[in-house]
């Protein structure tokens, strides 16, 4: 087993938000302090391609073993390509895990007792166990598509008349991804039939893509 860490320069949201402080520390620092409360510091792996996030990182103590090539660093680049290159990295480097815990260090509020929850539920049938909150925005209840004449149909039929009885449903939060070695080499994520869910709250979900999510994040550390 070993933790990686994706950590690329480019960011569109927020500009070089792996390393703006939040609160009194780098955005990334938060993801390696929790790996490394259950994991030792050869376990874990930050993938950039970024000279200045490896030296923020290093801050830390943990070594950045490798630098990511560029073209695994581009809006277009696919997390499965980044692990595959870790995966390719450590096999060349004499070492083989059979699986893989992905954190991603935009999620500051997921902690060590997450992983360790979420590690419990995984199983070697399993594709992937994954960090999920539930969705506010229900298929059955309230998103709609476009049909053909350009009018607004529901995306899913359900004959629900009141939000609380429709099924539950659930969306990938970005903090947890605990990934079978076999399956991520034979195919993507989309491709998973094997998941398994870890529910965690609204504000362990936090996950940070835009200027407003980084005010929701500084709020809830302050404890407003």
Known sequence: MFVLIPARGGSKGVARKN?????DKPLIHYTI?????????????VSTDDIEIKKVVEQTGLKVPFL???HLATDTSS????????IS???NQGEDHELIVLLQPTSPFRTATHIEEALCLYSHDLDMVVGVK??????????????????LQKSKEGGFTR????????????????????????SGFQDF????KYEMSEGDSVDIDTEFDWVFAEMLLRGN
């Open 68 to 70: 990511r090539p560029l």
């Open 163 to 186: 939000r609380q009885d429709c099924p539950k449903v659930w969306e990938f939060n970005g903090a947890i991804y605990i990934i079978n070695k076999g399956s991520i080499l034979n």
């Open 19 to 23: 390393i703006r402080k939040l609160g």
């Open 193 to 196: 039939k094997k998941i398994k």
């Open 79 to 86: 997390t499965r390509d980044v692990i595959l290159h870790a």
């Open 33 to 45: 302090d929790s790996a490394r409360e259950i994991f030792p510091d050869e376990k874990i792996i």
């Open 89 to 91: 990295y450590l096999e």
């Open 134 to 151: 539930e969705t506010k925005s229900n298929p059955y209840y309230v998103l709609y598509e476009e049909d053909q004449l350009g009018n």
